[in-house]
């Protein structure tokens, strides 16, 4: 009897196991789950995400202020964000916030889910535009750019040199050759150098 009751038990543990996780990827082909922290611009309606239309429009407002030739930093974002909207600026909006708002890939609308070794795309409404959302990465990454490398010295092409092959800007590299006691840098382009690195283990196949 005890024997009989052991397989009983097993067979109904798994069989919920299995009924649960037929109802969990029902929902989430529905796009009815969404998993951790409900981001600005969005709000949940029952198991959706959906936009919040007030907070989806200062996330617009976000990404075209960082747009503007004057805006350097997440910090001059904030500012003029602040003189236009004072206290009643959402408190969430911060320099270190932007630095994930401004990158997060969920603003286009779609919210890649990992979820018991597949992946799914749950549609949860377009806040950015594709075309904005990549001129804000180009940014960033063309600002990041320019403060990185040895920035003890001065480089008249710093930041004016680019890619003939992918048309990114190009960085300046250590490693040159000393001569009379100088160093004489060269520019290179980071996503050349992305590739290689990528190709690495394929240059030994043969060998």
């Known amino acids: 009897e005890f024997g009989i009751g052991t397989v009983f038990s097993e067979y109904w543990r798994r069989k919920i196991g299995r009924v649960m996780k037929g ?87 779609i919210y890649n889910l990992k979820w018991d070794g597949d992946e799914y795309k749950l549609t949860i409404g377009r806040i950015v535009e594709d075309e904005i959302f990549q001129k804000v990465g180009e940014k960033i990454e063309s600002i990041k750019g320019l403060r990185r490398g040895n920035t003890k010295n001065k480089y008249l092409l710093k930041g004016k040199v680019y890619c003939k092959d992918c048309g990114k800007r190009m960085w300046i590299k250590g490693g040159g050759r000393e001569t009379n006691g100088k160093v004489y840098r060269y520019y290179f382009c980071k996503e050349k150098y992305k590739q290689n690195r990528n190709n690495f283990d394929s240059r030994f196949e043969n060998n």
């Open 23 to 109: 109802g969990m990827k029902k929902r989430l082909l529905n796009d009815e789950v969404f998993m951790g922290i409900t981001p600005i611009g969005y709000k949940r309606v029952e198991k959706k995400l959906i936009v919040d239309k007030k907070e989806a429009k200062l996330i617009k407002e976000c990404y075209k202020t960082y747009l503007l030739k004057s805006v350097r930093t997440y910090r001059d974002v904030v500012n003029k964000l602040k003189r236009k909207y004072g206290e009643d600026l959402d408190k969430r909006i911060n320099e270190k916030s932007l630095n994930r708002i401004l990158k997060d890939e969920k603003y286009k609308g």
